[in-house]
């Protein structure tokens, strides 16, 4: 990303001269934002030796592997009409998802707009620049997204596939963004100020979890059925925009491909018409509204929310420095949005793993009796490989600059308050998503497998308390969550630690109550260490105790 | 000065990297009534001194006592004498400042009700009530400064230690913050007030404490600081021992570039 790329769209100079765009603004602004974005570092402790890469260079990475393994996913398929529509959709949710959380920042920044705007610029010319950004960007992700689908299409249907690819990229591209803009003005027009901001925060959450959702399935789906799927053009997949890139690739003639391929032309060109003509003049005034704060708030109400809050923090607490940080702690998560995005999609995705996991089961007819018969409980196992580690996002902030605080506050050991924070974060986050599934097992298997699954359910509480030994900082709040290089690769070692640990401990499980018959020894045990470990440090590690 | 000092550091060196010393002996104490201006150039040592007053710093050599005992960077009790407002000190937006005040309380050993009384009739002075249970993050500049303000202070300190106090408050609330500081300080608080602007500094201490280059260079009131130095203002004088003299052709060629042909 240098100037010679932003040079290559010199291509773009009449017919921006033409709207009325100074061309040569334009480029200086695009090159600026694409300057900074290839430079906007991880912020994270820099290791000596280690060689640091933009986030950026990350997120390509990451989108990357995305991309192989919807091509590994969609490769048994046989059809390539069944083939390239499932692709697509996946490239398209992806796209969706890469547009919400990655860019809406752009479109919503307001700082950098308002310090061009003080130079002389004109505001089309601006906005101009920051759609462009958003269309390089974009381009640029989703290219790295579907190239190995589109090579795996190159190979089996050759030319004709790479071409389908391409323009389905680019058609999704187009719509992705004007779509969102025009979903967020009409955000913009109904909220305003912080409600506006959750708006768009539901918004994130909700696309990241559908996506995430339909993964799972759809690979699963496929698993089972796969190799025979067979696809019609449909009515229905006039509102799916993947389909209409993807029936180029249909064998079948008749009006309805024709339709679909002609609607994949108009629609985006007619979107980004109607965009440029109506949207874009208004849209910068619109963001005004994102500041606006006027919301009334009922004082009593939120005064009685924190006397509830204190109560809560006085069940599950001990002293004053441990119930301060439980009720920083249970503030602040339910308000922090860029925690949330992350964490939130995660734990619906490990409500949903063990039932996922009974899924073909389910699909090949099983009775309740022979379901009963199956200690698929265990599957609650894989709820903790996903949840268990969460907690270290308890240890990050947008706003981890305020952690002084912590300094210059009387605390006489931040263990404890360090305890407090991460017991918000379980009664607020993990407590819940191991509550779900363990109730759905209960209500399957009923009284009968009660104590199993009450000591799984405690060995998961156990070991959220073992994962603290990973979070490194001495007060909560205090990392900052833009460091999202250093987060991933964690977690991940701590996802692998966890399953390990895991494995080892179900086999012991399921052995003790095979052998010994002795479930309710093993209940007692693991609600005893469970209780036990979230009253001590011993489990952390000695600097972290001192 | 017949009471006890509140504050002494004797000899007081830090340095961050080995031979490039941030602080090379430093020496004053501190009584209790006192303003102290506390004054510098850039890199002086300033920010230094005040993290090692609160204990965030390793001390090299030399020590600090306050309230007659040595300090000990480990024991964070005498915390709860002290008040501070770091320079451009952020605060968790996404609280409000009744979370924010109750979180502060707690640790304070205040009480919910304490807190809670004592924060709202502090905004109301700064005529920033009702925005008690508004999210910081939709404060203006100002309004956080007050907000961070009134932290410092919520668990009436002995000690304030300030740092740019008054970043972009408005003229009124400033004038009653002088007035708190100079009412705090008859009362026999202690306020250590570090700043760049030096009519405040002049007109809000009793006594300036000047570092420069990591020494005390000047230390005494502004009356017997000006009779010294022949200088009759706190910003004259600070250009005088700081060894800065040629300010003004540095400005005249600041504006002959500008006047260049472009």
Known sequence: MNNRFVDRLDFLASPMEKMGCDWNKVKAVLNLQLTLDARRKSTGNKKKGKKEHGIFQTMALMYGISGVFTALIVSSIPDSYVRVSLGFFFIFLMAALIMITDYSAIILDKQGQFILQTKPIDQKSLHMAKLLHIFVYMGFMTLVLGLPLLLLEGYHDGIQGVLACLLAYIGMDLITVVFTAFLYAGLLRVFSGEKLRDMIQYLQVGVTIIMMLSYQVFNQGIELRGATAHLSPAWWHLLLPSQWYASWMTTESGTLPILLKVTGFILPIGMILLYLKVLAPRFDSMLSRLDDNKEKLDSKKLEKSMNRQRLIAKVFTRNAEESAGFLMGYRLLKRERKIQLIVIPQLALGIIFPILIMMPILMRGTSLEQLQAMPLYYALYMTGFMILPLGIYGMKSEYFHAAWIFNALPIQSPNQMKRGLMKSFFVRYQLPVFIVPTLVFIGIYGLNALDEIASIFFLLCFFVRLNHRGFGSKFPFSEDIAAIQDNRSKLLRMVFLNMATITVIGLLHAAVNLILHASWIFLLFSLSIAVYAWETDRFLKKEQRA | ?262
């Open chain 2, 1 to 262: 000065m017949n009471e006890n000092p509140v504050l002494v550091i004797k000899d007081l060196r830090k340095s961050y990297i080995p031979g490039k010393p941030v602080l090379r002996g430093i020496d004053f104490s501190v009584y209790p009534g006192e303003i102290i201006g506390y004054i510098g150039a850039n890199g002086a040592g300033k920010s230094t001194t005040i993290k090692l007053i609160l204990g965030l710093l390793p001390i090299d050599e030399g020590e600090i006592s306050l309230f007659g005992e040595l300090l000990d960077p480990n024991q964070g009790d005498f915390k709860r004498r002290i008040g501070y407002v770091p320079e451009g000190g952020e605060l968790y937006e996404n609280l409000s400042p009744a979370e924010y005040f109750d979180f502060l309380g707690t640790l304070y050993e205040l009480s919910p009700e304490t807190t809670e009384r004592r924060a709202k009739a502090l905004m109301e002075i700064f005529d920033i009530n009702g925005n008690y249970h508004n999210r910081i993050a939709s404060f203006s500049k100002g309004m956080k400064q007050k907000i961070l303000i009134i932290s410092s202070m919520l668990h009436n300190p002995d000690i304030l230690i300030l740092d740019e106090p008054l970043n972009g408050m408005d003229a009124n609330s400033v004038m009653i913050f002088k007035e708190v500081l100079s009412t705090l300080a008859k009362k026999g608080k202690t306020i250590f007030y570090s700043s760049h602007i030096m009519e405040v500094v002049e007109k809000i201490s009793d006594r300036i404490i000047l570092l420069s280059d990591g020494k005390v260079v000047a230390d005494g009131s502004f009356e017997q600081l000006s009779e010294q130095n022949h200088e009759a203002s706190l910003e004259g004088l600070f250009n005088d021992l700081t060894g800065f003299t040629d300010h003004q052709e540095l400005a005249e060629r600041f504006v002959r570039i500008l006047e260049e042909e472009a």
